[in-house]
């Protein structure tokens, strides 16, 4: 399960390989009640399409968890603070081994995994930004100690506000919704994603400056990891990324251009798994072992 600030995506896979998948997008918030009601009736959606019983379930989330499972913060949903994550998924699966981590740590994972490599660094561009950190084919900094918020890099020290309060972090200029933003600042009106992707086909100069701006912002923080921990390639995913031609593309220009002689390469590779890396990365934590 991959809960995101936008949608929830659903898979379930049998014993026999068989997938059955779901998505819904949230409602309107009014509280975690509801949320959690709308979730349950997702999870039991999914459950009456298949014919086997559930043997674990792996959750990836973008919230801040802390160590006994309750919600630091969401900047996506902000309502979440305080909400017992725990003990809720416990009451959505009785009986059945459930593990939830971050879903940019698991998207990561799973891009690793997808691409047989032991050393990558995934940055996902959606309603956030999630990241993560794979060496020697493990997480980094591990579970125990956190996420890995690539997100939120700083960037720009005079840069927008982020919704986590700070200024300049890489979400704040890089995400859908900060460049939907940067986009209707320049048009002077509300841009929707349509708009953007259809002006971008166009060549419109708005949308083209609009986006060169998010994805030299990415460029500058896949160079700053990629001279910290020298991965085999930097993968760039999320529904936002996903969902515009050519994407990876104008960041793979961008840091070209902050190439260092004598610095560590910057492999940038479009996410093989689309959108779907913190899915598929929630499917590998379900299967571990222990």
């Known amino acids: 399960m991959d809960i995101g ?7 379930a896979v049998g014993p026999a390989g068989e997938v059955c998948e779901t998505v819904f997008r949230w409602p309107s918030f009014e509280g975690t009640r509801q949320d959690l009601a709308a979730l349950a009736a997702c999870v039991s959606e999914l459950r009456d399409k298949g014919t086997y019983d559930l043997e674990a379930v792996g959750v990836a989330i973008p919230a801040t968890v802390n160590r006994t499972g309750t919600v630091v913060t969401w ?8 909400f017992d994550l725990a003990d809720s998924l416990d009451g959505l699966f ?3 081994s459930v593990r939830y981590a971050d879903d940019g740590d698991l998207a990561a994972l799973a891009e690793a995994h997808e691409a047989g490599v032991r050393d990558l660094v995934h940055l996902g ?20 100690r956190g996420s890995c ?16 309060g700070r200024h300049g972090c890489l979400q704040a200029v890089a995400s859908g919704p900060a460049t939907l933003r940067r986009a209707a600042t320049l048009r002077g009106r509300d841009v929707s994603f349509t708009e953007l992707r259809t002006a971008l086909a166009q ?6 400056d609009t986006l060169e701006e998010s994805c030299a912002a990415l460029a500058a923080a896949a160079t ?25 593309e104008r960041v793979r220009r961008h840091a070209r251009r902050l190439a260092r002689p004598g610095g560590a390469p910057v492999v940038l590779a479009d996410a093989a798994l689309g959108g779907l890396s913190s899915l598929q990365g929630a499917l590998l934590l379900a299967r571990m072992p222990g």
């Open 5 to 11: 600030g936008t949608k929830v995506a659903l898979k």
């Open 75 to 82: 900047p996506g949903r902000p309502g979440w603070a305080g």
């Open 94 to 96: 009785p009986g059945i």
């Open 125 to 144: 561009v959606g309603t956030g930004i999630g990241g993560g950190i794979v060496l020697d084919g493990r997480l980094c900094p591990g579970s125990a």
């Open 149 to 164: 918020e690539t997100g939120h890099m700083i960037v720009d020290r005079d840069g927008p506000e982020c919704d986590c």
């Open 203 to 208: 060549e419109r100069s708005w949308a083209v």
């Open 224 to 248: 700053s990891l990629a001279e910290l921990v020298h991965p085999d390639r930097i993968t760039v995913g999320g529904g936002f990324a996903a969902g515009l031609p050519g994407f990876v």
